[in-house]
């Protein structure tokens, strides 16, 4: 095929992804009714305190500013309020979290917390979330599956026992897609999860419960894991914060079965949160001992010295085009950093993007964990006879979770050509970046879709995937809300072991562009 046709049939396809859009839209739309959002809370000193930074409440602790209980009830109170509609929790709110705030105020009162105890707790007294995929001692461990709906940990998962030795209180567990494998939260148990700025529309996955309570303030922070953008891609959809970490430098053990020494793995654990300034003392808290020279989290960061660059796409056929708002958006942040450094945002290419799907595929086969026999608790299931059973509506699996059964016994990717595609790509970006450049790109083509929209068009999500391929860090950053009101968001992305640069960038874009916006209207809040 020319160069020629090859445009010409670029041309028919980027009209046929518009024209498809604009019919799931319209149809979709129609069938989920009037738009609706996240309640605000019921007074302004309420609404003040649940949309603090968790490192501010951390701090108004410390000084007796705020008691513990006081900042655990009323997220308690929260989530049992926006729960009713959002469908996010899994198991919870805990009322032992309660207890244990008003022993930490009660330990204050007595003088017994220490300066040195405050250091080793920078969280105390704090509530925070996680998925539900993700252990949590004594609490229900489902991860989305009819099977499971009465197991529960033993222990906790090693990210949330740090969170805990930080002195922070976990106060419920969160919705996933069946064993997070899916770009939706949906399941057979606990069902679909609704996004607090528009209902009807997706919150991604899998770490969807935690991105929509987050936003909608009901938990000061969360824990979530990304293996194909499963933090990034429901941070994007419901407005924001969430760093995928550079592989390894977060143990792994108790996040969907794993034992914490898996080598070959694109999976990684990380924050999720409202503000920016929430994501480097969380990390912190979250890094193996010995990566803490590495990372260097603790150094400042000279934005105007570094390099910066963008892709403009990743030219896969099946994604949707870029919108016209995202391009703009990234033309503003290109301009804004151009500004800053006073050298230009460069434009930058990696080779073999078009593949970010195909890659991702591969090395999901690669992976230590078994989705087939995840999905079954044990056993292989027959995608054939789930999907007669889904037909006869009497399958324990949603349509999504039957796809990736059946994608199992397609035929698989060529390991040789997967695996030089990767290191060319990588060898690339290394190249790039260097120690001390970043680049941006879209998180998405479009924002936020209507419920059950990828069930058709799925592909976009390999502009979040193919930076676990990559095992590059990269942080999702919160841009303010397109014409439709729903999140915008774009990538910030360094080279391994560089998650300061990403992380000190997306304070900046906070600071220029304003970062998380509230879901709820102002407009009704009582005095």
Not at 39 to 55: G, R
Not at 157 to 181: D, H, W
Not at 353 to 369: F, G, H, I, V
Not at 402 to 423: F, G, N, V, W
Request: aromatic content about 8%; proline content about 5%; glycine content about 6%.
């Amino acid at each position: 095929m020319t160069d020629r046709e090859k445009s010409s049939l670029a041309t028919v396809i980027h009209f046929l992804h518009i024209i498809l859009d604009r019919i799931l839209e319209f149809a979709l739309g129609w069938l989920l009714g009037t738009a609706r959002n996240v309640p605000i809370p019921p007074n302004k000193e309420q609404e003040e305190l649940l949309s603090t930074s968790a490192v501010k409440l951390a701090c108004l602790i410390r000084e007796r500013k705020l008691h513990s209980y006081e900042v655990v009830k009323a997220y308690y109170d929260r989530l049992i309020t926006v729960n009713r509609e959002l469908n996010a929790v899994v198991d919870g709110p805990f009322s032992e979290a309660l207890e244990e705030a008003r022993g930490i105020d009660e330990r204050f009162k007595r003088g017994e917390i220490t300066e040195e105890e405050l250091n080793r707790k920078p969280f105390l007294g704090v509530p925070f979330t996680t998925k539900d995929s993700t252990e949590v001692a004594g609490k229900l461990h489902t991860l989305g599956l009819v099977s499971r709906r009465n197991e529960r940990s033993p222990n906790d998962a090693e990210c949330v026992r740090l969170m805990k030795e930080s002195g922070a209180i976990i106060i419920a567990t969160t919705n996933v897609p069946e064993v997070n494998k899916w770009i939706e939260t949906r399941n057979m148990l606990i069902g679909q999860t609704k996004n607090p700025y528009d209902y009807r529309r997706s919150v991604g996955g899998s770490s969807g419960g935690e991105a929509a309570l987050i936003s909608a303030c009901c938990t000061a922070f969360g824990l979530g894991t990304d293996i194909g953008g499963s933090i990034r891609i429901p941070a994007f959809n419901c407005g924001i914060f969430g760093h995928k970490p550079t592989k390894g430098v977060v143990n792994m053990r108790g996040c969907t079965f794993r034992k914490g020494d898996e080598e070959h793995t694109m999976v990684a654990a990380g924050p999720m949160t409202r503000y920016a300034e929430d994501l480097i003392p969380i990390m912190k808290v979250l890094i193996e001992p010995s990566q803490t020279k590495t990372l260097r989290l603790e150094e400042s960061v000279n934005l105007k010295s570094l390099r910066y660059f963008y892709i403009p796409c990743n030219n896969m056929l099946q994604c949707n085009p870029i919108g016209e708002e995202e391009q703009s958006l990234m033309l503003k942040i290109c301009s804004y950093f151009t500004n800053l450094s006073g050298t230009e945002v460069k434009l930058a290419t990696l080779p073999y993007l078009e593949s970010s799907s195909k890659m991702w595929r591969y090395w999901m086969t690669q992976e230590p964990a078994n989705f087939n026999k995840l999905l079954g608790n044990g056993e292989n299931l027959n995608p054939f006879f789930e999907l007669f059973k889904k037909l006869l509506g009497r399958s324990e699996f949603t349509m999504a979770a039957i796809y990736s059964l059946i994608d199992a016994l397609l035929p698989p990717e060529r390991e040789q050509k997967m695996r030089e595609a990767t290191k060319r790509c990588k060898n690339a970006l290394n190249e790039l970046l260097g120690d001390d450049g970043v680049l941006f790109f879209h998180s998405s083509p479009r924002t936020a879709p209507f419920h059950y929209y990828p069930l058709i068009k799925f592909a976009d999500f390999s502009y979040f995937s193919i930076f676990n391929v990559l095992h590059v860090p990269v942080t999702q950053v919160p841009m303010g809300l397109d014409s439709r009101g729903m999140p915008m968001g774009i990538q910030v992305v360094a080279n391994e072991m560089n998650d300061r640069l990403c992380l000190n960038v997306a304070k900046e874009l906070e600071r220029a562009f304003g970062g998380w916006v509230r879901p709820y209207k102002h407009n009704n809040m009582t005095k």
